[in-house]
């Protein structure tokens, strides 16, 4: 019986559409990208290329220079082979070994069933992978870095060795960016924090209750936390706290949203309501505070179709948070500061220091047992004091909430990337931009984390600059990506490496 055929067959850049698909056939969310590692060297052992891995997996190949052109300095392409691991609620999906189920629609645009797509950045890998195995001509040394664990820090950037792996050039293109005809020439830096809430268990009372918010928007935290998508964990506390005023109830789990760089778009949280005669009342009066929060006027349409279950459960459970806990917990709901902090004084429309409070989660022990509910949140701004005053912040929120600073550690710090005023490759992709396609990109800096900055710092100074094809709905299982716009940037991304190679012909 012969192999289905590719969805993507039939589409241009084939190539690149090829590689896509079969990067999309291999699990390949952050921490697990030893197997597309494995696939990436394997293509380069295949062609006789260069090839350094190192003990993360980040992978780094070398393509010499077309006859002629050695002299031209060498280009870096550069972009991750991890991806977000999001799915519908009803999704079976096993991001640890299915593949995605690719689709595609009318007006070209793919996106995978139930699930994020991984274009960001799958798409940078397949295009690095069709260069190097049909470059254009001529061409200057290409070199490529597949880098791992962007997603959940930049972990794979701070981990490569340039000197290790033999890397020379200083001009790079970095394919990590989601809007055609943009041309980003800076980003924020960030850092993730982590507060745990130790629980002090004890036996429960009442009648287990659990609530539910499901259905919000979700998105990225750093491009998109202006767009007002409302965050499902912070509504989850706000719920929480007006229930507080009237209901007597413990905490026993609380989960919500799945990565601290993504907006969560749901929350679980089962209570102990000691009033046990009183859980139809407390059931209406959850369903009440969820509609107050729909009616508001500020709340994106994305959001409102948002659902909010209530279940009485038949059995109570054996164990709940106790009131400090519980206190604990909601304080933190109420008071950590979530969303855009401040924007920048300098560049209109720009944020300049954010907050995302991604995960809530309660650890449990062997028994299953409660131990602690765990924060996870990403802080994001070019200003290293910025950063400063947010780790001081949540070391007091953390002190003032359960007693002890030391529970707000913090982790992944990455710095900035600064505009430079002066880029020869920026001039050269805008110039070659306009002959290709009439087109002059849009300049900008973003409020998102980029490799850049680490790399700039591990390579010395480098011209840089960061593209991609259109890209909507990244981190959710809305994502899409157009295939028309992937073959418009693959086209001027080749036509860049020309020229840069010294040619006057595109």
């Not at 260069?50 to 077309?66: E, G, M, Q, T």
């Not at 920048?344 to 989660?361: F, M, P």
């Amino acid at each position: 019986m012969s192999d289905p055929t590719p969805i993507l067959s039939g589409y241009e850049p084939a190539s690149v559409l090829s590689f896509f698909e079969d990067i999309c056939a291999i699990p390949h969310v952050s921490g697990d990208e030893r197997a597309i590692a494995d696939y990436v060297e394997q293509f380069a052992k295949n062609r006789c290329l260069s090839c350094y891995r190192d003990s993360v997996h980040n992978v780094f190949i070398k393509l010499p220079a077309s006859i002629g052109y050695e002299s031209a300095p060498a280009v870096m392409l550069q972009g991750h082979t991890d991806m977000v691991g999001e799915k519908t609620a009803d999704s079976d999906h096993d991001f640890a070994t299915d593949g995605l189920r690719l689709k595609v629609d009318a007006e070209g645009w793919i996106s995978a069933t139930d699930t994020t797509l991984g274009g960001d950045d799958g798409i940078a890998v397949a295009m690095m992978l069709a260069i190097l195995d049909s470059p254009p001509e001529p061409h200057p040394a290409i070199e490529c870095l597949f880098t791992v664990s962007e997603e959940t820090g930049l972990e794979g950037a701070w981990a490569f060795d340039p000197a290790a792996a033999g890397a020379t050039a200083r001009t790079m293109i970095n394919l990590d960016s989601e809007a055609e005809g943009v041309l980003t020439a800076g980003c924020s830096g960030g850092m993730r924090t982590d507060i745990t809430v130790p629980v002090t268990g004890e036996p429960a009372e009442g009648v287990a209750v659990t609530l539910t918010l499901d259905g919000f928007s979700g998105g990225h935290s750093g491009v998109e936390i202006h767009e007002g998508h409302t965050n499902a964990v912070k509504a989850m506390g706000r719920i929480l706290l007006a229930l507080n005023e009237k209901y007597d109830f413990g905490l026993i789990l609380v989960s919500g949203g799945g990565k601290d760089n993504a907006i969560p778009r749901d929350c679980t949280v089962t209570v102990d309501l000691r009033d046990t005669a009183r859980a139809e009342d407390f059931a209406r009066d959850v369903k009440a505070e969820a509609e107050k929060l729909r009616s508001e006027p500020n709340m994106i349409s994305a959001d409102k179709a948002f659902t909010c279950t209530v279940k009485i459960l038949p059995e109570t459970s054996a164990l709940s948070m106790d009131d400090k806990t519980t206190h604990a917990v909601l304080s933190l709901l109420t008071l950590v500061r979530d969303g855009v902090l401040s924007m920048s004084a300098h560049v209109k429309g720009l944020v300049a220091h954010s907050r995302n409070l991604g995960i809530i989660k309660t650890i449990t022990d062997g028994e299953g047992k409660p131990t602690a509910v765990k924060f996870s949140m990403s802080t994001r701004s070019a200003s290293g004091s910025h950063l400063d005053d947010s780790e001081r912040e949540l070391e007091m929120l953390a002190l003032a909430c359960t007693g002890d600073g030391e529970n707000a550690a913090h982790r992944a710090r990455y710095p900035g990337w600064d505009y430079a005023p002066v880029s020869p490759l920026r001039d050269l992709w805008t110039a070659v931009s306009e002959r290709l396609y009439g087109m002059t990109p849009k300049v900008e800096v973003i409020h998102a984390g980029l490799e850049c900055g680490i790399l700039c710092d591990k390579l010395g100074e480098m011209d840089i600059i960061s593209v991609g094809p259109d890209m909507k709905d990244i981190h959710t299982p809305r994502e899409m990506l157009s295939i028309p716009s992937v073959e418009r940037t693959y086209r001027l991304v080749c036509a860049v490496l020309t020229e840069l190679a010294g040619s006057e012909s595109l």
